[in-house]
């Protein structure tokens, strides 16, 4: 999930690059949900199976199915195509990352929901 300061960032005059997308391949749904800048946002992360979900602050942003035809055609379309297995399912590590400009987290939590 691209988490961006829009009005202040190149990414943010993309869609597919804005804040609550699939960065390079799904734009958020609604892009005026984004807090002012220094303000926090509420974003979370929903991954069932092949099935993805983007919150950003009560709105649901961004949702795919990894194994849908659309998935692949954005896929094919975006800069991760040339990774071997991009986002295959499985265990995979977290990983938050900044490009030299300050960001902050609070209050981060991963859980595993085991059934429906």
Known sequence: MQIN?????????QPKTSAGGLYDLIGPSRRD?????GEFNHVRLVSRG???EHWLNGV??????????AYKR??????????KDFAANGPT?????DH???????NLKVREIHGK
């Open 50 to 52: 092949g099935h993805i």
């Open 100 to 106: 030299g400009e300050e960001v902050a987290y609070r």
């Open 93 to 97: 590590a977290l990983a938050l990352q």
């Open 60 to 69: 649901k942003s961004a949702q795919c199915d990894k194994g849908s035809p």
């Open 74 to 83: 954005a896929l094919a379309a975006s800069k991760y195509h040339v990774i």
């Open 5 to 13: 300061d829009d009005p202040h960032h190149p990414d943010g005059l």
């Open 33 to 37: 949900v984004l807090k002012p800048t």
